[in-house]
């Protein structure tokens, strides 16, 4: 079973995601690394978002690119994808400084 999620759910991972709109759109793919799922600026919470496959169609289109989300995507965060390999490096040498011991 397919597991969809709402504006206003947790992003579960960073990747592409299918986008179902109600009525003023058809279904489209975009990547995401947002952590929360943004409402859709024409029809607001009734949008849905589906885990999708990654693919060449997706290549490019943020969500928060989209002229659908632009506005209500700009307030929520992004994953720090960065920071947290920096975190975990410097866990790994705070380990092994005290194994040292
Ligand atoms: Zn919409």
């Known amino acids: 079973m397919i597991r969809q999620f709402s504006a206003g ?31 859709c600026s024409k029809c607001k919470e ?27 995507a700009s307030g929520i965060a992004l994953r720090k994808k960065a920071s947290l390999k920096g975190m975990k490096r410097m866990f790994l040498s705070m380990l092994s400084f005290c194994m040292s011991f």
Do not use: C
């Open 46 to 72: 009734k949008v849905r978002f589906e885990l999708a496959t990654i693919s060449a169609d997706a290549a490019e289109k943020w969500l928060r690119h989209d002229p659908d989300f632009q506005d209500t």
């Open 9 to 39: 759910d947790q992003v579960p991972e960073a990747g592409t995601y299918r986008v179902y709109h109600y009525r003023h759109r058809m279904p489209h793919l975009v990547n995401t690394l947002l952590v929360q799922f943004p409402q």
